[in-house]
Nanobody, 124 residues
């Protein structure tokens, strides 16, 4: 079982930055692909970014490409989401998730483990 704990959310003005962290409880974290998703009120959970188990491949939603960067530190069992040039439409609860493999990397249903989420609010 993998337990994931997100942190780093908060309130920021448009144009600002935040860095989310997701700490995993299990050493085999290094074997899992990791993803970030978000869910705004009244909307479905959507893919934001993902990274392969090796860290060699990254994937981004078009809406965040060029602004967000996903990375992982295997020594710390932690994955990060650096968010720059934030917009009000980025406001959501952000979730960290883990899965085997990278097929259908954007598919919510392919992820086996989820964190509790962290709120990100971007004011205009």
């Amino acid at each position: 079982q993998v337990q994931l704990v997100e942190s780093g959310g908060g309130l920021v003005q448009a144009g600002g930055s935040l860095r989310l962290s997701c700490a995993a409880s299990k050493r085999t974290f290094s074997s899992y692909a990791m993803g970030w998703f978000r869910q705004a009120p009244g909307k479905e959970r959507e893919f934001v970014a993902a990274i392969s188990w090796s860290g060699g491949s990254t994937y981004y939603a078009d809406s965040v490409k060029g602004r967000f960067t996903i990375s992982r530190d295997k020594a710390k069992n932690t994955v990060y989401l650096q968010m720059n040039s934030l917009k009000p439409e980025d406001t959501a609860v952000y979730y960290c998730a883990a899965r085997w493999g990278t097929t259908e990397i954007t598919n919510v249903a392919e992820y086996s483990y989820w964190g509790q989420g962290t709120q990100v609010t971007v004011s205009s």
